[in-house]
């Protein structure tokens, strides 16, 4: 497969920040991943409120299952289909579903059927939604700009979280789950003219496929598999993300909740450790979006994980808020700072016509396999309190920079000018 390809005139020109291609991109992906923050907190909320505690988490969680079961499968049809039809479709049938089960509300009570449904319905369409989204800014622009272009992604998932959940409550706060469902509706609708606007390169015909769409769809998912095994940066580049979402997860989700209850600091105190680390994870995007390249990314990578390692094991042994959120900064930045460049490395090191499996797999192991640390690690906090199971958490982290470091050639990768 090759690297070289053909492009509209003009299109890759210019910096990310200055492209109004990739602008318009931007603003689409932002305004959906908004919508998909006020989504998740109407469902929960519609659940709770239609259910009892243990039913209204299996309807938050029933997208999980087909998420992971698909996911691999949704990297085929975003290589075979093209990243931007799979895109925009997934958006569309993602705002029809919201609306629907808005409009559900607004003239019948809630009920756990119809949420579960929507909850699988997103779950279904997110396997195949993700793999294209990680596929489409290589067809946007230079290999030179996807760093960039991915610290920029990166800011907006940041900006989608920390606005999200206020707009979700307002909407119902003012109308209940059924408003809040409409303005998650809304702003998905708002991506799709964005994303119709959107121009991208097309592939050559000798390799518009990359193995995907000459055969059955078995064969060319397990091409995709042999691909990324055999590549000298990828395969450890998947590894340490692997390692380094399994060992993130458990502490800084369910383990902080722990973590605070234990130590007194109440919601409050979580919530300026959790501030702390969005600050510091938001800080490395934006690092990387206005330099678009940092010099020795593979080293970078590793150097940053060891250092985030020992953040994330200190965290359960700091004597105050104060402490914590210091330290929950120091996490955020370096912890930030290693997944936007492992992000980058894996956009600039995969072939295009591939890009769509490999940010599947990637996707599997950080959205099907990583949340299964949490029960592990509130079991664990549980038979042995907080500060062993952050230290093992950091000891898998730390490993994950011990892949970095001794795969020679990830080592040395190295971003495009």
């Given at each position: 497969m090759t690297s070289t390809l053909a492009s509209p005139a003009g299109l890759r020109d210019r910096p990310a920040h200055r492209?109004?291609?990739?602008?318009?991109?931007?603003?689409?992906?932002?305004?959906s991943m908004v919508g998909d923050n006020v989504y998740y907190l109407a469902l929960s909320?519609?659940?709770?409120?239609?259910?009892?505690?243990?039913?209204?988490?299996?309807?938050?969680?029933?997208?999980?299952?087909?998420?992971?079961?698909?996911?691999?499968?949704?990297?085929?049809?975003?290589?075979?289909?093209?990243?931007?039809?799979?895109?925009?479709?997934?958006?569309?049938?993602?705002?029809?579903a919201v609306l629907g089960v808005s409009g559900l509300l607004f003239v019948a009570g809630p009920g756990l059927w119809p949420l579960a449904l929507l909850?699988?319905?997103?779950?279904?369409?997110?396997?195949?939604?993700?793999?294209?989204?990680?596929?489409?800014?290589?067809r946007m622009t230079s290999r030179g700009q996807l760093a960039r272009v991915q610290g920029m992604r990166s800011l907006a998932i940041?900006?989608?979280?920390?606005?999200?959940?206020?707009?979700?409550g307002l909407g119902v706060a003012l109308g209940g789950a059924a408003t809040a469902f409409g303005l998650a509706g809304l702003l998905i609708a708002?991506?799709?003219?964005?994303?119709?606007?959107?121009?991208?390169?097309?592939?050559?015909?000798?390799?518009?496929?990359?193995?995907?769409?000459?055969?059955?769809?078995w064969r060319d998912l397990v091409a995709g598999l042999r691909y990324i095994r055999r590549h000298r940066v990828l395969a450890p580049l998947v590894l340490t993300i692997a390692l380094g979402d399994l060992g993130f997860v458990g502490p800084l989700n369910l383990g902080l909740t722990l973590l605070a209850d234990e130590r007194g600091w109440g919601a409050a105190g979580m919530g300026w450790v959790l501030a702390?680390?969005?600050?510091?994870?938001?800080?490395?995007?934006?690092?990387?979006?206005?330099?678009?390249?940092?010099?020795?990314?593979?080293?970078?990578?590793?150097?940053?994980?060891?250092?985030?390692?020992?953040?994330?094991?200190?965290?359960?042994?700091?004597?105050?808020v104060a402490a914590a959120a210091g330290v929950a900064v120091l996490i955020g930045l370096l912890t930030g700072l290693?997944?936007?460049?492992?992000?980058?490395?894996?956009?600039?090191q995969a072939d295009r016509a591939c890009l769509g499996r490999v940010t599947a797999v990637s996707s599997?192991?950080?959205?099907?396999?990583?949340?299964?640390?949490m029960p592990l690690s509130a079991a664990a906090i549980g038979a042995w309190g907080t500060g062993p199971v952050f230290v093992v958490s950091a000891a898998v982290c730390g490993l994950s920079g011990v892949v970095a470091l001794g795969a020679r050639d990830l080592r040395r990768a190295e971003l495009p000018r």
């Open positions: 492209d109004g291609n990739v602008l318009r991109w931007l603003a689409a992906y932002t305004s909320w519609a659940a709770v409120r239609a259910g009892s505690p243990a039913q209204a988490g299996l309807v938050t969680a029933a997208s999980a299952l087909p998420r992971a079961l698909l996911m691999l499968g949704g990297g085929v049809v975003a290589d075979r289909l093209g990243p931007r039809g799979v895109v925009i479709a997934g958006d569309t049938v993602r705002c029809v909850a699988v319905v997103f779950g279904t369409v997110d396997a195949v939604f993700m793999p294209a989204v990680g596929a489409l800014p290589a940041r900006f989608a979280s920390v606005v999200g959940a206020p707009l979700g708002l991506s799709v003219p964005l994303l119709v606007s959107v121009r991208i390169s097309e592939l050559p015909p000798d390799d518009a496929t990359g193995g995907a769409g000459t055969t059955t769809a702390g680390f969005g600050t510091g994870a938001g800080a490395a995007s934006l690092l990387l979006a206005v330099c678009g390249r940092l010099p020795h990314a593979g080293l970078m990578i590793a150097y940053t994980i060891f250092a985030g390692s020992v953040a994330i094991g200190a965290l359960a042994y700091v004597p105050g290693s997944g936007v460049m492992c992000g980058a490395l894996l956009q600039t599997l192991v950080s959205l099907g396999f990583a949340p299964l640390s």
